[in-house]
């Protein structure tokens, strides 16, 4: 196994989009940022190097950081931020896991341009369970703002109101060419005539689920999240934020131009729909004639924006490509609310109401608690060094009251509190955790990502998760392994894992307005008695706040 040097400096950049130049924070000057690629089995060691005003962290998405919670990255949950003018190295090594992962900013909404692709090989002297890829390609989805996204963020908080909306989806930093201005600078992919091309698809947008389709180019799914999936077919697919998908394409059509096409599932915050697509233009290498450039290239079928029973399709057919080992038995029993809710505008708004609906502003929760992050040391470091009053252990393993979840209800039964609630898991403890849309406000597609860990997502509803029911829909032969959850609209989803590494783990919806608004806890996992269990010392360069 290769251990991988990298050096991350954080700059601000002159970047165009949409006729209009930024000065955006990147990595290197790059946007997207640097691919990082390993072998399974290889160690990391990226010095990052903060040297723009804000401060950053980088968080590692996906990797499962056994026993190496510092590297982790989550701010205020597992390390102080690197501040301006200073730097951090994270080390950790890819333990089991191959695919597609990826790294992003984790402080405030820097990581709508800091992220990139991880790319993560068969372990030295293996290969593909599926034959070898001629070409591998990774595909960033994201989502662009004409305005600095810190300060849309900033005025979201500010008035309690929804945050504009983004005026891009990108691939691969580019809008495409059905966008002003975008159409010398869209994404062109290339593949092979007659191979197979594998393409790594990660959807890095901040606040949107996405639909992912090319013209007459069928996927066959073979991975998610880094674990290998049993292959399926399908023309869409459908990534929440945080979730990557490793799908391959035959290049077996006419060398022609086709469209790539990432278009909006559900819109976000209830904002109207429109019917703006991103798009990439992929090419055949072997294409021959220049002329083919100026005709149109062929575009695909687009899905409704609403299209559930194609989301719901589409997620049911994910299989471990084995069986799995899944534990029978559970030592913790978990129920817990994921939504949107709203809060009483504070006096300090003065005479200004809030702009949440009917005067209110928008808060979110898991079990009714909107979690707060503290601001002078990180869970983590609170808790290796004893300093009380950081956070307690008392978050609520199921929601204080039970109330219908499909629709409104009146507010007294889910008026959200403030706290920094964590809750505490034995090392080894084998963990289920429902999660269950509260439909609050409206019903949203929440991407549960859970820091540390990889789960088993047993099954999949709508409406009220019922025990008595829906137990017996487990899957508990083949069920897929992610590190993110799309729990359905109006629905619930069920997970499970044990608790194989100590530290501070955050479990958080993926939008990133909604952790913004506090949907989101976090698991101490606690030391077991061997060395192989416990959590390595700090390294010495540990942010302090
Ligand atoms: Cu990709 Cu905590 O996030």
Same mark, same amino acid.
């Given at each position: 196994a290769k251990t991988h040097y990298h050096d991350f400096v954080i700059q601000p950049t002159?970047?165009?989009?949409?006729?209009?130049?930024?000065?955006?924070?990147?990595?290197?000057?790059?946007?997207?940022?640097?691919?990082?690629?390993?072998?399974?089995?290889?160690?990391? %060691?990226?010095?990052? %190097?903060?040297?723009?005003?804000?401060?950053?962290?980088?968080?590692?998405?996906?990797? #499962?950081?056994? #026993?190496?919670?510092?590297?982790?990255?989550?701010?205020?949950?597992?390390?102080?931020?690197?501040?301006? +003018?200073?730097?951090?190295?994270?080390?950790? *090594?890819?333990?089991?896991?191959? +695919?597609?992962?990826?790294?992003?900013?984790?402080?405030?909404?820097?990581?709508? *341009?800091?992220?990139?692709?991880?790319?993560?090989?068969?372990k030295e002297g293996s290969s593909y369970p599926f034959p070898k890829p001629r070409r591998e390609t990774p595909i960033l989805l994201g989502e662009w703002w004409d305005a600095n996204p810190i300060d849309v963020l900033r005025e979201a908080i500010r008035t309690g109101g929804a945050p504009n909306i983004s005026d891009a989806y990108t691939i691969n930093g580019q809008p495409g060419d059905l966008y002003n201005c975008s159409s010398k600078e869209t994404a062109i992919i290339t593949i092979d005539a007659g191979e197979t091309n594998l393409l790594r698809v990660i959807n890095a947008a901040l606040n949107q689920p996405l639909f992912f389709t090319i013209a007459n180019h069928p996927f066959t799914v073979v991975g998610a999240d880094a674990s290998y999936v049993k292959p399926f077919t399908t023309t869409v697919i459908m990534l929440g934020p945080g979730q990557t998908t490793d799908v391959l394409i035959a290049g077996n059509q006419i060398p022609s131009r086709y469209y790539i096409a990432a278009t909006a599932y559900q819109s976000a915050q209830n904002a109207a729909f429109d019917n703006t697509t991103a798009t990439a233009i992929l090419e055949y290498k072997t294409a021959p004639c220049p002329a083919k450039k100026q005709s149109n290239p062929i575009m695909p079928i687009l899905p409704a924006f609403n299209d559930t029973a194609a989301v719901t399709a589409f997620s049911a057919s994910f299989r471990s490509l084995k069986e799995?080992?899944?534990?029978?038995?559970?030592?913790?029993?978990?129920?817990?609310?994921? +939504?949107?809710?709203?809060?009483?505008?504070?006096?300090?708004?003065?005479?200004?109401?809030?702009?949440?609906?009917?005067?209110?502003?928008?808060?979110?929760?898991?079990?009714?608690?909107?979690?707060?992050?503290?601001? *002078?040391?990180?869970?983590?470091?609170?808790?290796?060094?004893?300093?009380?009053?950081?956070?307690?252990?008392?978050? &609520?393993? #199921? &929601?204080?009251?039970?109330?219908?979840?499909?629709?409104?209800?009146? #507010?007294?039964?889910?008026? &959200?509190?403030? +706290?920094?609630?964590?809750?505490?898991?034995?090392?080894?403890?084998?963990?289920?955790?429902?999660?269950?849309?509260?439909?609050?406000v409206t019903a949203e597609n929440h991407p549960i990502h859970l820091h540390g860990y990889d789960f088993y997502i047993l099954a999949e509803g709508f409406g009220n998760f019922d025990p008595d029911v829906d137990t017996g829909k487990f899957n508990l032969v083949d069920p897929p392994l992610r590190n993110t959850a799309a729990v359905p609209a109006g629905g619930w989803a069920v997970i499970r894992f044990v608790a194989d590494n100590p530290g501070m783990w955050i479990m958080h919806c993926h939008l990133d307005v909604h952790i913004s608004w506090g949907l989101a806890m976090a698991f101490l996992v606690e030391d077991g008695n061997e060395v192989m269990q416990t959590l390595e010392a700090p390294p010495l360069d540990l942010p302090v706040c």
């Open positions: 002159r970047v165009k989009r949409l006729c209009k130049t930024h000065n955006a924070i990147t990595v290197n000057g790059m946007f997207p940022g640097p691919t990082l690629e390993v072998n399974n089995g290889d160690t990391l %060691v990226v010095n990052v %190097v903060n040297q723009i005003k804000y401060n950053i962290t980088i968080h590692w998405h996906g990797v #499962r950081q056994m #026993r190496t919670a510092w590297a982790d990255g989550p701010e205020f949950v597992t390390q102080c931020p690197v501040k301006p +003018g200073s730097s951090y190295t994270y080390k950790f *090594t890819i333990e089991g896991q191959e +695919g597609t992962l990826w790294w992003h900013a984790h402080s405030t909404w820097l990581r709508a *341009t800091v992220y990139g692709a991880i790319l993560i090989y068969p799995v080992n899944i534990p029978k038995e559970i030592d913790e029993d978990l129920f817990v609310t994921v +939504g949107l809710g709203l809060d009483d505008c504070p006096p300090e708004f003065g005479s200004d109401r809030c702009q949440g609906p009917n005067g209110t502003r928008f808060t979110s929760s898991m079990n009714n608690v909107s979690f707060v992050l503290p601001q *002078t040391t990180s869970l983590l470091q609170a808790y290796q060094t004893d300093t009380p009053g950081v956070f307690t252990t008392d978050f &609520p393993d #199921r &929601p204080p009251v039970r109330f219908d979840y499909t629709g409104n209800v009146d #507010r007294s039964l889910w008026q &959200p509190i403030q +706290g920094t609630k964590v809750y505490r898991l034995e090392y080894g403890s084998r963990v289920q955790v429902v999660l269950q849309d509260t439909s609050i």
